[in-house]
Nanobody, 122 residues
Framework: QVQLVESGGRLVQAGGSLRLSCAAS????????MGWFRQAPGKEREFVAA??????IYADSVKGRFTISRDNSKNTLYLQMNTLKPEDTAVYYC?????????????????WGQGTQVTVSS
């Protein structure tokens, strides 16, 4: 059974940093695309960042502030978030795809974690 478990979300002040982790179990994803999405209250889930063997891609709203990375030896995905803003407040979801190439579309990912809450205070 495949599981993705996010951790690292918490309350942080604007300008601060957080690192989210997503531990995968049940299969390895080293050759698959993985990504982070987020959903704020009353809003649709939106793409944040994705990574594949060929590189990474970011939403314009987080480019230059967030960094996605992975440790294949630990089967773990990370999201380093710096210079956090109140508008970054959301539940952050980890996602993994059957496919090797990333996409910014949520339907391109078949496995999802339960989410971790990030709250940025002003």
């Amino acid at each position: 059974q495949v599981q993705l478990v996010e951790s690292g979300g918490r309350l942080v002040q604007a300008g601060g940093s957080l690192r989210l982790s997503c531990a995968a179990s049940g299969r390895t994803f080293s050759n698959n695309a993985m990504g982070w999405f987020r959903q704020a209250p009353g809003k649709e889930r939106e793409f944040v960042a994705a990574i594949s063997r060929t590189g990474a891609i970011y939403a314009d709203s987080v480019k230059g502030r967030f960094t996605i990375s992975r440790d294949n030896s630990k089967n773990t995905l990370y999201l380093q978030m710096n210079t956090l803003k109140p508008e970054d407040t959301a539940v952050y979801y980890c996602a993994a795809s059957f496919h090797p190439f990333y996409t910014i579309v949520a339907s391109g990912y078949q496995y999802w974690g339960q989410g971790t809450q990030v709250t940025v205070s002003s």
